[in-house]
Each structure stands twice: as structure tokens, then as C-alpha cells.
């Protein structure tokens, strides 16, 4: 029969008695923790034992996944769990560091096609530029509220936005979430630890960097540029008119873009949400649609793209190109989400509906939303959007429609949309 040997464990000592076959189980008479060697001596098992009516012993993990330094350094807190709660799991987890975690998560993310480049490309940085710096090294046993104020957030409100900082926390509860659900670790450490305990203060919305009264110039400016920069002004009239992301604006095709049926039809692989979505074209939005596709034309192109890149045949605009496109006309007074930002708050000035609204924007909606808008959604988009675009006309959004480029003899004033036709 296999004999219990009293010693100190450590990696070396099980490694030890591996090849002793008289030998079944280690015992540590410094803590209650037993470990046992498998049929396969190269592993064994680790387990709790805890005196309460009797011997009763709890599998907490597997050697050599979890080694002796990890087993001996996690009996604290599962001592402690156990205490509070005799019912939950003795288990302790593989990894050491928060840094282990959050490497796992980063590498996951290169392949994780349910997110958007531009989602992947942001949690990556924070990981790499945030996380790891401040807590990389830090024990997994030791991360808390306490710890995370100390060595995170704490640093970076100081340097920071505080709408950043939480977006970086943010990233590291859904680092952890993912662990937990993939049984990578035993704990998450982080619930029920909330942005708000590290500070009271309100993190208030970005005012709007465009108000109604900079379309007239905007337009203005625009169809001044269109002749020597087309791409660019569509690009910046499409999101104007639209409200649409800049990435789904600068992948869209000339095969989703219906001049005759009226709409423009965007894949869910290109918007951020995943989900398809489907534009009313009003016949201001067609005109200046065809004014573009003659005068691509007119140039030699016939490609797929709307907006094709300068840099590489056969491809779309790249994110560098068209965020270039704003560094040019917004001059840094505002970027392509002020763009969209104008166009949500100028829709409910002219009184379209928010839920409306919502909608145009491919925001997501509950279940009771989709089913009122399942049949008559398209009919409510075309009203907003014709509303929409004839108050642009009075701005000067027809001067860019009319294909002999001809100028206005007077700049249109700026008009209030708030009860415009009323």
C-alpha cells in the first residue's frame, strides 16, 4: 500500500519521490495540504484538507500546472474563501501574475473577429499601455479595489481624462470576465468593484465641437473643394448626411449603393455594431451621388469603392487616409464624430423622434423597439432623412448637388432647426 510522506513540499521534493512508487502522497505538516501522485508520476493532484466533523479533503488543483510556490503562496485566500463559505471551491488558479491574464486576453484578441479592428487595436493598447505597466507584476491574490487605486488609477486620473481611465478599467473587468467564464480563473477579482469607488466626480459628455450655425460654412467649403478633392468632400457630405462611422462610410461599394431604388445598404461587417444596415437615399443624397460617380468616371476610374485608396490598387481607403481627411478640413476643431454628433442633435431639433433617431444610427434596440420598427422602420428613416436633408438644402447642401458646379451668388444664412418650417 502507498505510504504518506511527511515533508516540506516543494517542486524539487515531489520531483524526489516520483520515481519512489512506495511513496503515494506528500504531506505537509507546515499547512493542510496534502498532494498525490497520479498513475503517471510526472503528475499529481493538490488537495485541501480541512478538519470539521471529520477529515474533509478538496481537490484545489493539478501539478505541474499550479507548482508547489503557487499552491503554497494561494492557501491564504482560499483558506479565507473557504472560512466565509465552506461550500465554495478550493480551486486555485494556473497563473501567478495579472500579467499572465492579461496576455492571454491580448493574444485572443488578434483572432477575435466578433470585434472591430478598431475595438481590437484600442484594448490592445490599453493592455500594453496601461495594464501591464501598472500591474503586470502584480500577484493575482493581491489584486483588489485597494491595489488597483494604488497602482492604477490613482497615476492615471492624474495625467489622464477620467473618461479614459475608466474605459482602461473597463478593459481589465472584461479581461477577467472572459477568464472567468473560460475557466482560466477560479475568482474574478474584480466584481462588484465599480468606477465610482475611486472617485465621485461626474465624468461629463464632450460638448459639441459643431453646432447648426457651421453647416452653412461647412457646405460652403465643401463644394469650393470638390472639384480639386472629391473624395474627401463626399466622404465628409456622406457622414454629414447620414450620420454614418467613418470606417463603414469609407469601406462602402458602389454595388450597395442603389441610385435608382433609393438606398444604400451597409454589411454588418463593416459597422461597428455587426449588424446590416439599410440607408434611405432622399434624391438630394442621389443627385449628389451621381455628380461623384460621373466625375469618378470622368477620371478613369470604375472601381468597387466609393472611396479608393491612393496608395494600393483595388483596395478601400485605409483608416490613416481618411482620418487625414479630417486632420485637413477640421483643422483640429473637430473630427468625423463631431460629424455625426451634429447630425444626431440637428435631427431632434427639427423634431425627429429620438427612438427614430436611434435608429438611423444603427444604435442597438431593445426587443420591444425592433418590433415597432420592423414594419414601418424604413418609412420613418426616409421621413427623417428627407426632413434632414431639405433643411441642409437651405444651408447650401444643393449648391454640391448640381453637376455644373456653379457658384451661389449669395452664401445661404445660417438657419435655426429648431420649429424650421413650423
Given amino acids: 500500500m502507498a505510504q504518506t510522506l511527511q515533508v516540506q513540499i516543494s517542486d524539487a521534493v515531489i520531483k524526489r519521490y516520483a520515481g519512489d512508487l512506495a511513496i503515494g502522497e506528500l504531506k505537509d505538516p507546515r499547512h493542510p495540504l496534502r498532494f498525490r501522485y497520479?498513475?503517471?508520476?510526472?503528475?499529481?493532484?493538490?488537495?485541501?484538507?480541512?478538519?470539521?466533523?471529520?477529515?474533509?479533503?478538496?481537490?484545489?488543483?493539478?501539478?505541474?500546472?499550479?507548482?508547489?510556490?503557487?499552491?503554497?503562496?494561494s492557501l491564504p485566500v482560499v483558506q479565507a474563501r473557504l472560512l466565509a463559505d465552506p461550500a465554495s471551491a478550493a480551486t486555485v488558479d494556473g497563473w501567478e501574475r495579472v500579467g499572465q491574464v492579461l496576455d492571454w486576453y491580448a493574444e485572443r484578441l488578434r483572432a477575435d473577429n466578433s470585434l472591430s479592428k478598431s475595438r481590437r487595436a484600442s484594448t490592445r493598447s490599453a493592455i500594453s499601455c496601461q495594464l501591464l505597466p501598472a500591474l503586470g507584476e502584480l500577484h493575482l491574490s493581491k489584486l483588489n479595489a485597494d491595489t488597483l487605486d494604488r497602482h492604477l488609477v490613482w497615476h492615471m486620473?492624474?495625467?489622464?481624462?477620467?473618461?479614459?481611465?475608466?474605459?482602461?478599467?473597463?478593459?481589465?473587468k472584461v479581461v477577467f470576465g472572459a477568464a472567468l467564464a473560460l475557466k482560466k480563473v477560479t475568482v474574478n477579482p474584480l466584481v462588484g468593484v465599480s468606477f465610482k469607488h475611486f472617485t465621485k466626480a461626474k465624468i461629463r459628455p464632450k460638448g459639441a465641437r459643431l453646432r447648426?450655425?457651421?453647416?452653412?460654412?461647412?457646405?460652403?467649403?465643401?463644394?469650393?473643394?470638390?472639384?480639386?478633392?472629391?473624395?474627401?468632400?463626399?466622404l465628409l457630405v456622406l457622414m454629414l448626411t447620414h450620420a454614418t462611422r467613418i470606417t463603414e462610410t469609407r469601406l462602402a461599394k458602389w454595388k450597395?449603393?442603389?441610385?435608382?431604388?433609393?438606398?444604400?445598404f451597409i454589411p454588418g461587417a463593416d459597422t461597428k455594431s455587426k449588424r446590416d444596415h439599410l440607408l434611405p437615399l432622399t434624391p438630394q443624397a442621389v443627385a449628389f451621388l451621381q455628380r461623384y460617380r460621373d466625375q469618378q468616371k470622368a477620371r478613369g476610374y470604375d472601381g468597387a469603392y466609393l472611396f479608393p485608396s491612393t496608395a494600393h490598387a483595388g483596395r478601400?481607403?485605409?483608416?490613416?487616409?481618411?482620418?487625414?481627411?479630417?486632420?485637413?478640413?477640421?483643422?483640429?476643431?473637430?473630427?468625423?464624430?463631431?460629424?455625426?454628433?451634429?447630425?444626431?442633435?440637428?435631427?431632434?431639433?427639427?423634431?425627429?423622434?429620438?427612438?427614430?433617431?436611434?435608429?438611423?444610427?444603427?444604435?442597438?434596440?431593445?426587443?420591444?423597439?425592433?418590433?415597432?420598427?420592423?414594419?414601418?422602420?424604413?418609412?420613418?428613416?426616409?421621413?427623417?432623412?428627407?426632413?434632414?436633408?431639405?433643411?441642409?438644402?437651405?444651408?447650401?447642401?444643393?449648391?454640391?448637388?448640381?453637376?455644373?458646379?456653379?457658384?451661389?451668388?449669395?452664401?445661404?444664412?445660417?438657419?435655426?432647426?429648431?420649429?424650421?418650417?413650423?
Avoid at 510526472?42 to 484538507?49: D, I, P, R, T
Avoid at 452653412?216 to 472629391?230: G, K, M, R, S
Avoid at 485637413?328 to 425627429?352: F, I, M, N, P, Q
Wanted: glycine share 6%.
Fill in 212 to 234: 447648426h450655425v457651421a453647416v452653412v460654412d461647412l457646405l460652403a467649403e465643401w463644394a469650393e473643394a470638390f472639384a480639386d478633392d472629391p473624395a474627401a468632400v463626399t
Fill in 38 to 73: 497520479r498513475n503517471d508520476r510526472s503528475k499529481g493532484s493538490w488537495h485541501l484538507v480541512r478538519y470539521d466533523g471529520g477529515g474533509k479533503w478538496k481537490k484545489a488543483a493539478n501539478w505541474p500546472d499550479v507548482p508547489a510556490r503557487v499552491m503554497l503562496d
Fill in 316 to 422: 478601400s481607403m485605409s483608416r490613416s487616409q481618411a482620418f487625414a481627411v479630417f486632420t485637413r478640413y477640421g483643422a483640429g476643431e473637430w473630427t468625423s464624430h463631431d460629424l455625426r454628433k451634429l447630425a444626431r442633435t440637428t435631427l431632434g431639433e427639427l423634431d425627429v423622434d429620438g427612438l427614430v433617431a436611434k435608429l438611423l444610427l444603427n444604435h442597438s434596440l431593445t426587443d420591444l423597439e425592433a418590433t415597432y420598427f420592423q414594419s414601418r422602420g424604413e418609412v420613418l428613416k426616409c421621413n427623417a432623412l428627407n426632413k434632414w436633408h431639405a433643411w441642409l438644402d437651405a444651408q447650401g447642401f444643393d449648391a454640391l448637388q448640381d453637376k455644373t458646379g456653379a457658384r451661389r451668388a449669395v452664401k445661404p444664412t445660417a438657419v435655426d432647426p429648431a420649429g424650421w418650417l413650423a
Fill in 157 to 172: 486620473q492624474a495625467e489622464y481624462s477620467l473618461s479614459y481611465v475608466k474605459s482602461v478599467l473597463d478593459v481589465l
Fill in 256 to 264: 450597395n449603393i442603389h441610385l435608382e431604388a433609393g438606398e444604400w
